[in-house]
C-alpha cells in the first residue's frame, strides 16, 4: 500500500517523530490490548 513502510521500532530508531498505525489496530478484535502491546513493545 505505501511507498516506505517500516516497524514501529524501525521507524523510531530511524528518526520518526510519529507513527501511523492502522490496520494492526483497527484490524483486531481487541483494539485497545492491541495499543497496549504496541506501547510494552516500544517502551520495552
Known amino acids: 500500500d505505501q511507498a516506505r513502510v ?3 521500532r ?3 530508531d530511524e528518526g520518526a517523530d510519529l ?3 492502522g ?3 483497527t484490524a ?3 483494539p485497545v ?3 497496549e ?3 510494552d513493545h ?3
Open 28 to 30: 483486531v478484535d481487541d
Open 6 to 8: 517500516a516497524s514501529p
Open 19 to 21: 507513527l501511523v498505525v
Open 23 to 25: 490496520r494492526a489496530v
Open 10 to 12: 524501525e521507524a523510531l
Open 42 to 44: 516500544l517502551l520495552g
Open 37 to 39: 502491546d504496541l506501547v
Open 33 to 35: 490490548a492491541a495499543c
